[in-house]
């Protein structure tokens, strides 16, 4: 059979059951089934700031933005009619998303909301202050002859959602989304991959925004004349509190929400039940999702994944080099640090260290715990701005740039802890750190060199082990100068371990970058690297080939202590 691309298989689901109700289901349904199809619009856009991890309470005020618009071009009938003016809803609504995301690089959680709620209390006073066009004169929006009906526009707007959710996913597999994703799971592992997380925030809120703003005009087009009432914050929150319970970031979810909010409170009302109690039972579903961490679609999704035949486990295996080389060396200056500093309060971390890795080598980086070999790797890759001292790579400084900017010019890190999204595949997530497009072939070879796990295997289903292999490989697939590795072996079993020393010895030769790499495994440092520094108290102690300064007495008693070192 062949392989349909996965963006195409939510929205052709939902484009195949849109058909069968524009079949099936008779007239007045289809009025309500049009709301819900607007609603599920809506929760598109609350779907992409969702997954760049940041709450959105504003929804409905990037809609009425797209209202206000298609009401005014009806007003001044401008040519291109309804279609037309949908588009310029959304596009007019895009810069408040951008505005609203400016406060999403410096407030999380539920600061944003606290934001993006106050927006929503706002712009409901200025849209019943200003009233919307044609409102004052009865002025319908215009629709087009064959939209004339409400089967019509039911399939219009059916049309419209299936390709805002193709859009969205398409975005969604592209770099672009996969920075979404890196943003909620690590902010600094995103800049360390080169990728602006304030440019993955703002273009999160404005594709909310965008498709928010479709959904705003489409209404204007379905009700004809839209006000104030269409667009309170109270609705903001419902959809936010039916994104969460539903999973907006699944097409299925977004539709299946917009489903609940639409006809959940017309069977209440069918029922003679306050139509309230929708809400309160949207609230009572999303405090559920959030006490167990999962939405409706995530759960359906994982469900759906875990039948699938999982690869082999053992696959994970660092493979020993054909024949095992010695540890590269060289004399041309690649990093070159001087006099760098760092303070945390009393603690004085780093202390004036000087070191330079030279071009073409595998150096260790080697101290017990506390000495400042984590502190080292931050300031180095732009995270302590604090820091005192330069840093040149190749000749460039990088003291002044941000951490995506050192990515950018070549300085690549891994973390110590997991910072790999769960919610990627290998594959994706290598794309996306490599920055650059990557064929599936090169992709395959890395993988195989480094032990990593296969492209399609999910993050999520990762040991440890294998997510640092995993995060070896991005760093070196995006072509770096210098790659620092912080503690790579973590996880790993020591005849592994061994096997990676020996891949690493060969990676200067291979993808052209030095590799500064911190290990507490010294037989390691041993095997992969022609020289070492030590660090103890943020001070270098120690540098030479690793088999010399192991060997010195100062070492040992860092290592050791005072007393086993003199025994
Ligand atoms: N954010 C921070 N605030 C205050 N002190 C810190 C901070 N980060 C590190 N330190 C301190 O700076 C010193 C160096 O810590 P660092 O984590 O760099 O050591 P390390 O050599 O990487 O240790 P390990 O091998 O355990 O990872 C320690 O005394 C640590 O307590």
Known sequence: MPRVDRSLVQPGGALLVIVAAAVLVPEYWLFLATSALVSAIVLLGLGVVGRAGMNSLCALSFAAVGAWTVARLSVWDVPGG?????????????????????PALRLRGIHLAVVT????????????????????TFEQVGRPGFLATDRQYFVYAGL???VAAFGVELLSRTRMGAAWRAVRFSERATAAAGTSVARAKLSAFALSAFVAGL???????QVGMVTAQNFQTIGSLALFVVAVMAGSEYVGGALFGGLLMTFVPEIFRRLEISQDWANILFAVGAVQALSQGTSISDGIARRVRTRRPVPEPGERKVAAGEARREPPSGDVPLLKVEGLGIRFGQIAALKDVDLVVPEGTVMGLIGPNGAGKSTLTDALSGFLPSATGSVTLAGETLNERPAHRRAGAGLRRTFQQDRVPTSLTVGAYLRFAAGRRVERAELDEACSFLGCPTADRYVADLDVGSRRLLEVTAALLARPKLVV????????????????????????????????LIEHDLDMVRRACATAVVLDFGEVIAAGPPAEILARPEVARAYLGDEVALA
């Open 82 to 102: 309804l279609l037309l003016w949908v588009v310029a809803g959304g596009v007019a609504a895009t810069p408040f998303g951008v505005l609203i995301g400016l």
């Open 485 to 516: 590795l912080d503690e790579p072996a973590a996880g790993l079993a020591r005849a592994e371990s061994m096997a990676l020393a020996d891949r690493l010895t060969e990676v200067p030769e291979r993808y052209g970058a030095s590799v500064l």
């Open 117 to 136: 709620l106050g927006f929503a209390a706002a712009s409901e006073v200025v849209i019943a202050a200003v009233n919307f066009p044609g409102v004052d």
């Open 160 to 162: 419209l959602f299936v």
């Open 215 to 221: 959904a705003g005009g489409l209404l204007a087009g």
